[in-house]
């Protein structure tokens, strides 16, 4: 992150590939880019890119200039700056050494080469990156010099493997945690920490060998110490060094990635297909009139901002997708980018039918700005959906939208109905979460719609297509559930950072949003202290009441009370609590088995005392007061629900309600209103993450855990999920693929399912899932997308059904049900009565 922030970029061709490359680059976020192009907008590019408007078109403004404010709109930290002067075999090439990296889209094979030459005899080499698309077929070739350092080649977080044994052998067999694989790899690197035993592993590093998914092999350790307990190995991140050859050579000796390994050779025929191409136009200064994958022809051109797309796949094709009413549920990375795809391939613009439907309930965040592109920081707080229309609209002023700002669940079944559902021709979803995944699935399936699915995380992406009578649907297989932090982890025992950053969210939306809503809820229903006095002197008991008084009692009411409330709170959890644990479970505490109770992964807590030096101590004391100050509330009220009060606690409520009536502390309506705080994890004044920060390192410091910076307390307790721009728009670009084939009709065979890493890199397309038919008997079998239908009338009763079926289908029904519900089983008691009834 830290070199591409300081990078200059050069960016030549901004055509939909070009104007696609910056707006990844800008959001990516480097420090400097520059767009370069020497071509007029004309309604071809109406079509390729989302940033060309018409009136650019009439005014026959040069696309870098065109394009120019609308792509530094995407990030104010990025200066853009646009270039128009003529780049061919003639030009002084010296000015690309301000770059540090040079990107060509649009460009000839023989200028490609020349530039690709300059580059890599800079020293320090400049990065060079060129790339083209012709129809559907593209290529991309990167040269970063003869050698070029790769820190981090997964981009995944280093795992923490929790050891439980090591052999005393040659070699060494480290075994971990039950139900915990480690997830490693032969040849990768660990070093270790915290073991108990064979102390002369700890700060040491061990290439590893894979034994079993919980076990590997870290060389001879016979002569090492007996291990004990505990421990913990950490994975070490390893440098790659990559070797790069220049353009010239590898378009004789090219190296190529091949992402459907059904077609090992599709690689190489397009790369000879097009070395033709570029032969052609360089002999003839044009491309060739035929009709073809590659070679754009003419036949079909209409003059209008389709005629890319219509020479790609036909203008029959190109109405369809005009035509079409697509149901897109989530307007978050993948909506965006789906919205654009819809836009420019004229998805619901026809004149009599297409609609494009939206719904997303979230509102912007500052967070979504570097891979929402449609949003702004003048959107921020606004509804995603109604926002994406908009913008969308400034795309294309031809696509018919309706948003919405609804939840697809099953409280929301009026609105999206059977009947909405049957009017959708293709569903797509861009969704962050499974259930939600699930349910539309069956939605889906119930009403016999195509859904497209998708998601990234990360630099990793996915892509699926289910297809009404073709593939399985999306519940048709399981994922293996998110694991959950257990209660007694987060409470008392915690071993990793991400315990601790849980703990202090889980702090703070107690103390500043659920018990100050518990309080005002309270004193809705009994609006007067008088009145709540009165009831429990006369032996009445209110749900709660011990514990609102309480907090009323105890409600700080100056900044000086603010703060020795927050020196309570700091003594209790960071020293008391470390010392209830330590008298309860003493550090030589020993189990049944005779094994240690302290140890791995449990840690022993030793008391944090308060510092006025330590950051973390002061910024905790100053946002605890900031935020009680605010909501006027006492962290120590507990929920009410199912804990009991007895008669002492009683007496307490009664002596501290009077007193708070006597010195007029309870008789003002404000006394008895709270302002319960929402976490906001995008701003930055709001102290929230500081608070959360504080409060975890504070804890990791009482277990002996490494601290988290603010950036990764951030992203844990704020839930971001990782994602990058570019992860996004391949996803997306899959699925509008898919989207064209479903339009189309195509078979099974032509359906692909994708899985992406472009970390690694690897991208692989699958066979889509064959649907399963279950066999009843001899000739009669069904799918999930199979439909029987019986008619019958008003007065159809449950054993005219049951008849019909055995006469329709030659079937015996053996019990009817619907959903979860058991309408007939006749064992139960009184289902032979049912079918009477209607």
Not at 357 to 379: A, G, M
Request: proline content about 5%.
């Amino acid at each position: 992150m830290q070199k591409m922030a300081q990078s200059h970029v050069f960016l030549s061709g901004i055509g939909g590939l070009g104007v696609e490359i910056a707006k990844n680059i800008i959001l990516a976020g480097v420090k400097a880019l520059t767009v370069h192009d020497t071509k007029h907008c004309t309604k071809w590019d109406l079509g390729i890119n989302f940033f060309i408007h018409e009136d650019d078109v009439t005014s026959q403004r040069n696309r870098a200039e065109a394009t120019l404010h609308r792509i530094a709109e995407l990030n104010p930290y990025v200066h853009v700056a646009a270039s128009t002067v003529p780049l061919d075999e003639t030009t002084d090439l010296s000015f690309l050494k301000h770059y540090q990296c040079v990107i060509l889209t649009e460009v000839s094979l023989l200028l490609q080469k020349k530039i690709n030459d300059f580059c890599h005899a800079q020293q320090p080499p400049i990065k060079f990156i060129s790339a083209d698309v012709y129809g559907v077929c593209s290529r991309l070739f990167c040269d970063f010099g003869d050698e070029f350092e790769v820190l981090d080649t997964t981009g995944e977080e280093p795992k923490e493997i929790f050891i439980s044994n090591i052999t005393q052998s040659n070699p060494g067999i480290v075994t971990c945690l039950e139900n915990h694989p480690h997830r490693l790899e032969t040849g990768q690197f660990l070093t270790f920490r915290e073991v108990n035993g064979m102390s002369c592993l700890n700060g040491s590093t061990h290439q590893i060998t894979v034994v079993s998914p919980y076990s590997f092999s870290i060389g001879d350790t016979s002569e090492m110490e007996p291990y004990l307990h505990g421990g913990i190995a950490v994975q070490v991140k390893t440098p790659k060094m990559c070797y790069f050859e220049r353009l010239e050579k590898q378009i004789t000796n090219p190296l190529c990635l091949v992402a459907d390994f059904s077609k090992p050779e599709a690689p190489l025929q397009i790369h000879v297909a097009m070395l033709a191409l570029n032969h052609f136009q360089e002999n003839f200064g044009r491309r060739p009139n035929i009709g073809s994958l590659l070679f754009v022809p003419h036949r079909n051109e209409k003059g209008d901002r389709y005629d890319a797309l219509r020479a790609c796949i036909g203008d029959s094709l190109c109405q369809k997708l005009h035509d079409l009413n697509v149901f897109l549920v989530g307007c978050g990375a993948i909506g965006c980018e789906m919205l654009k795809n819809f836009a420019l391939l004229g998805v619901g613009t026809g004149q009599d039918k297409g609609l494009v439907t939206i719904t997303d309930p979230d509102l912007i965040e500052k967070s979504n700005l570097n891979r929402q592109f449609l949003f702004r920081p003048h959107h921020i707080q606004k509804p995603k959906s109604y926002t994406a229309a908009e913008a969308t609209l400034n795309i294309n002023p031809y696509i018919k939208i309706d948003s919405d700002i609804n939840k697809v669940c099953p409280a929301t079944e009026n609105t999206y109905s059977d009947e909405f559902y049957t009017k959708q021709d293709v569903i797509v979803t861009a969704l962050d979460n499974v259930e939600a995944r699930r349910y539309i699935d069956s939605r889906c399936v119930a009403n016999l719609r195509p859904l497209i699915d998708s998601g990234t995380m990360g630099t990793k992406g996915h892509t699926e297509v289910i297809v009404p009578h073709l593939t399985e649907s999306y519940n048709s297989h399981r994922d293996p559930p998110e694991e959950e932090i257990p209660f007694c982890t987060l409470k008392s025992f915690p071993a990793a950072i991400e315990h601790t950053i849980q703990w202090a969210r889980d702090k703070f939306e107690s103390s500043f949003s659920h018990k100050p809503s518990l309080f005002n809820k309270f004193w809705q229903t009994y609006p007067s202290a008088e009145e709540v006095l009165q009831r429990i002197k006369s032996g009445e008991s209110l749900e709660g009441c011990f514990h609102v008084v309480k907090t009323l009692s105890r409600r700080p009411r100056s900044w000086t009370q603010c703060v020795e409330l927050a020196r309570v709170k700091f003594e209790k959890y960071f020293s008391h609590k470390a010392l209830q644990l330590l008298h309860s479970f003493p550090l030589d505490t020993r189990l049944k088995d005779g094994s240690l109770f302290w140890q791995s992964p449990k840690r022993p807590p030793f008391p944090v005392k308060f510092e006025f030096h330590d950051p973390f101590s002061c910024i905790l004391l100053l946002k605890h007061c900031t935020h009680l100050q605010v909501v006027q509330t006492d962290e120590t009220a507990r929920k009410p629900d199912h804990i009991p009060v007895s008669s002492e606690d009683e007496r307490n409520a009664i002596f501290q309600l009077e007193k708070s009536i006597l010195s007029n502390e309870a008789l003002e309506t404000a006394d008895l209103q709270m302002k319960p705080i929402s976490f906001e994890k995008d701003d930055d004044s709001n102290g929230h993450i500081d608070f959360i920060t504080a409060a975890s390192n504070l804890r990791a410091k009482m277990y002996n855990i490494d601290p988290a910076d603010r950036f990764k307390t951030k992203r844990i307790a704020g839930k971001i999920i990782p994602a990058i721009a570019t992860a996004t728009a391949a996803v997306s670009g899959l699925v509008a693929l898919e989207l064209i084939k479903v339009v189309g009709g195509y078979p099974a065979d032509a359906y692909k399912n994708c899985f992406l890493n472009l970390a690694i890199p690897i991208m692989v397309f699958t066979e889509i899932a064959e649907v399963r038919r279950t066999e009843i008997r001899n000739g009669i079998s069904f799918t999930i997308w199979d439909r029987w239908t019986i008619y019958g009338k008003e007065d159809f009763t449950l054993l005219d059904f049951i008849n019909a079926v055995r006469e329709k289908y030659g079937i015996e029904p053996t019990m009817v049900v619907q959903g979860v519900k058991m309408l007939y089983v006749p064992v139960m008691p009184g289902h032979i009565k049912r079918l009477k009834l209607t």
